[in-house]
């Protein structure tokens, strides 16, 4: 964009904050108190948009607290006006997600029921009590594991099948991926094992593995994941089972479904716990006989505050019967037990109020509305802001600046305004309204194909520009010290820097104007210093979709410096058929790459810091024994994976390619080689098997 349009640009700026307003229209419905149908009607679709996006998205935008608040306001209402009830068992969702054949439950899975406080789980407790004629029965209380319903049939001891929960009646058929569970035998021990059992339990990632799984990702740049059930959930719907074995799932066996034959049953719901644990599966070790509620209630409060101690993710505890045949004489509801009852530990909250909502602009032009709150401590940190993730959630909660809101912490989840207090809300407060265009650049803003996102679609846009460039300077690209946000701000305002290769046409001077000299001196030789970093550091540094470090890395070892990383084209990162040529990088991310990289801006950026210098001096280049040289692997070797191999050859300066041509030096070839072998022989390369490369590897020779 032309400096003079720039400068315009931003004086629009200037006038769009004053005159918002004017400008944004499509204002939120106005909220009047809605009849029963309507609110049961509302309630339906906001659980259902929920329901998407916990079951087959796996992201989940409110916290569980707040979703089991819809859904009880949303049963008590049909409990009200039982002519308006759905009918029975649509109250459990669906997790299947079309990608994997369904398989039907022998016994339907169920849900549990819901209670929060003493007073819901003693009635319970009283009911029970009453309808087994006060006989002397026992509990058990055990963990509520937080993570995804599995059920795991077992025929004479082997794993046949494992399905999803489903809609309850079926579900995704997961097999292999659960295969794919360490630490879930495939073959049960033991002289006890009935001829067939649907074991029902729960797949989950303890909190070592999540937080070390997340700490491998940060250092390949990757986002961490956010919550560990929602990863256990999509991980278990992967459609590659090898991908499965990469993620550190664990899994716990809490009960049952069909059991044949029957007569052999446990009698106690704390026998199965034992038996299955005879059997070599994971068991509920954590549990408890109780038999009167004071017990109950001061076992409950003291998992509660012994929560976080627990490897594994909680929510809550469930309470069952003890006595498997009472649990029968009990029996099932439509959506859950009669016999068990869940309690869920409270999610941290605390009162506030909106002092603003402003949009965000993200790198890639998407907008996210922030409420910024009144700072409020909630168990034990300070929460200042919480997204209000898009437009959907904004309208749907129809918050509004000045509204006194309750926000909530819950586990990894990050703050979410649960609850506007409209009836602390000043009679004129005015509705938020929708941004029709970006509020950076003015740019019309675009809806996706969902409606609650939007986006501005202009490169230019100078909120996205400093955004990228915040991105290119941070750690995860070339890491240049002492350019925050704030420097950033000022040197695109002050038209100094548009692009990367901006950066390294700054003089002193330059910076001195903004920072003073001492600190532009240092600032300078940082900059400086940061131009000869290693080519990945600027690929990863340009925020190209999935491309962290290790994969810049990757590519940059592939293809080598920044001038070749210019001219890539698709073909030489996927074949015609969409699979990955670049040593190590999936498929899906190296589609990505290819429609990025060969984008003419992204092409522009890369010449631009070419261009200016960008790239290693010949001292900082990597030296080793295959320096230089191109390997080609075919076959399957003995001991060495593909990609151990390939690691293995990078390491020692080496490059690993895909196909057979003159410039290839060695072909290291196993078991079952393909047409490689054959172009090898035909070209006169030389030939080795996994004991000459290691030969080479150690620096013995080869030529
Ligand atoms: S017993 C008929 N025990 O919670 C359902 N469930 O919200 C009996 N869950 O679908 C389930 N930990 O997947 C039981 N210790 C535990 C549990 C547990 C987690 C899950 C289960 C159920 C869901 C209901």
Redesign the pocket.
Known sequence: MSTSMHTVLRRCVGIVRLSVVVLFTHAVAVASTPTPAERIGELREQIAYHDNLYFRQAAPEISDQAYDRLKRELRELERLHPELAGPAGTGIGDDRSGRFPTRAHLVP????E?SYTAAELQAFFARVARSTDNADITWVL?????????SLTYENGRLTHAVT?GNGREGDEVTANARAIRGLPVELAGDDVPELVEL???VYLTHDAFAHLNVTRTKAGLEPFAHPRNLAAGSLKLTDPAEVTQRPLSV?I??WGAWEPAATQPVRQADFNAQVAGWGLPA?EEYLVVEDFATVWAEVEACGERRWDWPFP?DG??L?VNEVAVQDTLG?NAD??NW?M?FKFSAEQAITRVRAITLQVGRTGQITPVAELEPVNIGGTTIARASLHNLNRLRQLDVRIGDTVRVEKAGEIIPQIVAVLTERRDDHLPIFPLPQVCPACLTPLEVGAQGGIMSCTNPDCPAQVRRRLEHFVSASGVDIKGIGPALIAKLVDADLVQVPADLYRLSREHLAALVGENKAEKLHAEIARSRSAPSWRALAGLGIPRVGPATAERLARQFGELDALTRIRSEDLITTEGKSRVAGVGDATARAIAESLTQPAQRRQLQGLHAVGFGPTSDSARQGPLQGRRVVLTGALPTLSRAEATALIVAAGGEVATRVNRETDYVVAGEKPGSKLAAARQLGIQILDEAGLRALLAGHGGD
């Open positions: 899975m169920l849900s549990l819901k055990e963990p509520k594991y937080d993570g995804i319903a599995i929960r029902r339990g729960e716990v809490h009960g509920v909680t505890v469930v069952k099932v859950a037990p068990a869940a």
